[in-house]
């Protein structure tokens, strides 16, 4: 189901260092590249969908790519969750949903569940085998200027720009949250499709 209020963002604005400093989001899976795969998952549930990305945007045709303005351009993922705040407030929306671009098995229910914990007010984040996932994230725009001013005052870390956020657990085979941060992750990954994986 669509939820006609909440927008995401698939975070892509990564180095990639572990993957030999190449473009994570293109990464091919299963032939088709990474960021597809998690744009295939989360677009269904949302009302619009946009990729936090440098470079060229046309890699990633037909989304929306949101680049970071040169003052936080390199700062990490918490720029493109600002980013993603100004774009989903210009769309109309309430809520903004936040996955990584190396998530490719997230459940299907991710935005109903977090949505349901946050009660339309208050950061949701998932998590699994006991570890929360702070870039897995429902964030209400109301939220916008605190975090700007965090951000503002050197807070880079996702965790710290949502304190109280309620945790929502999933558990399954294999773990919807898994990164895909090295060849063997890739590996791995592309087994698990093969063997069917949901």
Not at 10 to 33: E, F, H, N, S, V
């Amino acid at each position: 189901m669509v939820a006609g209020t909440i927008a995401a963002v698939i975070l892509a604005g990564g180095q990639g260092r572990r993957m030999g400093g190449t473009d994570k989001a293109m990464l091919g899976l299963a032939g088709r590249p990474l960021f597809s795969h998690v744009a295939g998952r989360i677009g269904p549930q949302v009302a619009a969908l946009a990729i936090s990305a440098n470079g060229d945007p046309l890699r990633f045709a037909p989304l929306p790519v949101l680049a970071d303005p040169p003052e936080r351009r390199g700062e990490g993922p918490l720029a493109g969750v600002l980013s993603g705040l100004d774009w989903a407030a210009a769309q109309g929306m309430d809520l903004l949903l936040t996955v990584p671009t190396d998530t490719p098995f997230l459940p299907r229910d991710l935005v109903a569940r977090l949505d349901e914990a946050g009660g339309g007010t208050e950061i949701a984040i998932a998590a699994s085998a006991g570890r929360a996932h702070p870039s897995v994230a429902l964030w209400p725009l109301a939220e916008r200027d605190r975090i700007a001013a965090l951000f503002a005052a050197g807070e880079r870390r996702l965790r710290m720009a949502a304190p109280g956020a309620r945790e929502v657990a999933f558990d399954a085979t294999p773990d919807p949250f898994m990164n895909l941060n090295s060849p063997e992750d890739l590996r791995t990954a592309e087994a698990l499709l093969d063997a069917g994986a949901p």
